[in-house]
């Protein structure tokens, strides 16, 4: 295990520029002035910006086409044409899952980001195939990513039978957390899909993040029906609901109550800031009231859309874009969206740069999180558990983790 001192950098959440010492892999010391242990590796800093690792809490690594050539997107306007079409493309290309989520995930590591969740397809039509190569994955690149697995239902749960005998079989295998999809307008059978994962995630103390695109009075509805199954099992603080497009439809009192629901249980949510037109939950007043925000990259040049690029700083941007934050408080939730709130959806402990946490950071040019931010420059230093695995925007990666 190296040990590193960090010399003349900005901390985020430090004044000045106290020195910051790493070794076995944690935070050893920050103040003024450090000793210089003999055999410490030093990084002058000149005045860049230390980051805490970015949290990728929302991806779906097995599906990317990155590293392959450019895809033009021809997915219909209606989900079930972009799932139907995503099907298609995947059959007919072939390719492999542990490959293309290695692919993506150097991508990422070179963009700073230090941990991820990540929901994987798992359906009849591929079984356990695409779980199976990202646990693969996963435990190659141990050493530079924290890997956290939802095991996802992209084709829906009652409309294809048998996904929930494969979502249970995943959870025995290790995955974390259980994924659900528009209970309403996927499946039409709210209550069937709901049951369904709640008793799954009930038998084995799985978490459940659930993926629901379904608008206006739809996804109210799916909401009160997530809350109350939440409520019910006792899992207060254990659900998180993707997307949420229809917290930026609703009427303010309808709104209210749903605030109030998420609060009650401690539903976190997850917002990307989607390209526009597409609807997205009004994320500073939520974060005023109190709810658990988080962000991730969602998919990365697949076939559902080619606009999202893995870079964590750049979706804080996206965010703080297309929710008019023009204030550096709007700007810094953004970015708490893409560290500290993914990380506490994803269970981390010892995150953050406090002495004793764990190592993982980013250094990036920039005086303050939100110059960081708007500009996302490329990262010159990215630590994992104190060790470089990126330098000057390129994934610095042993030799068994490059064959892959
Ligand atoms: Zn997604």
């Not at 980001?113 to 190659?140: Q, S, W, Y």
């Not at 254990?238 to 930026?248: I, K, M, Q, T, Y």
């Not at 700007?331 to 993914?342: D, Q, V, Y």
């Amino acid at each position: 295990m190296p040990t590193t001192l960090i010399r003349g950098a900005r901390l985020l959440g430090y004044a000045g520029t106290p020195d910051l010492l790493m070794r076995d892999g944690r935070i050893a010391a920050i103040g003024a002035d450090l000793a210089v242990p003999p055999d410490a590796e030093r990084i002058e800093a000149g005045g860049s910006l230390v980051l805490p690792g970015l949290v990728d809490a929302h991806a779906h690594l097995d599906k990317t086409l990155w590293g392959t050539p450019w895809h033009p997107n021809q997915a219909g306007p209606t989900l079930r044409d972009k799932i139907d079409h995503e099907r298609a493309v995947l059959k007919q290309l072939g390719l492999s899952p542990e490959q293309q989520s290695a692919r993506i995930l150097r991508r990422m590591v070179a963009c700073g980001t230090t941990h991820c969740r990540t929901h994987v397809d798992i359906g009849p039509d591929i079984g356990l195939k695409h779980f199976h190569g990202v646990l693969a994955m996963r435990e190659a690149h141990r050493e530079v990513m924290d890997l956290q697995i939802v095991a996802f239902p992209q084709t829906g749960v009652m409309v294809s039978p048998g996904t929930l005998d494969l979502l249970e079989q995943a959870v025995r295998e290790g995955a974390e957390v259980l994924g659900g999809l528009d209970p309403m307008g996927i499946d039409h059978d709210p209550k069937g899909q709901l049951d369904g994962l709640f008793a799954i995630a009930d038998r084995h103390g799985v978490e459940l993040d659930i993926h629901l695109h379904d608008r206006g009075e739809l996804g109210a509805v799916s909401f009160e029906m997530i809350a109350e199954r939440t409520r019910a099992l006792g899992l207060k603080g254990r659900v998180a609901v993707s997307h949420a497009f229809c917290l930026g439809q609703l009427e303010p009192q309808r709104l209210e109550k749903m605030i109030a629901l998420l609060l009650d249980n401690d539903i976190a949510i997850m917002s990307h800031a989607p390209s526009g037109p597409t609807p997205f939950p009004p994320l500073r007043l939520l974060h005023q009231r109190g709810v658990r925000l988080f962000t991730g990259s969602d998919g990365v040049r697949d076939t559902w859309s080619p606009l999202n690029n893995g870079d964590m700083l750049e979706r804080a941007y996206l965010i703080a874009y297309r929710s008019g934050f023009r204030d550096d408080a709007g700007i810094e939730l953004a970015l708490h969206m893409a560290t500290f709130g993914g990380a506490k959806v994803m269970g981390l402990r010892d995150y953050g740069l406090q002495v004793g946490n764990v190592a993982d950071l980013v250094i990036v040019e920039g005086e303050t999180a939100a110059e960081a931010v708007v500009f996302h420059p490329a990262r010159l230093w990215v630590f994992k558990r104190g060790r470089i695995v990126a330098r000057d925007g390129r994934a610095v990666l042993s030799e068994a983790q490059l064959t892959l």
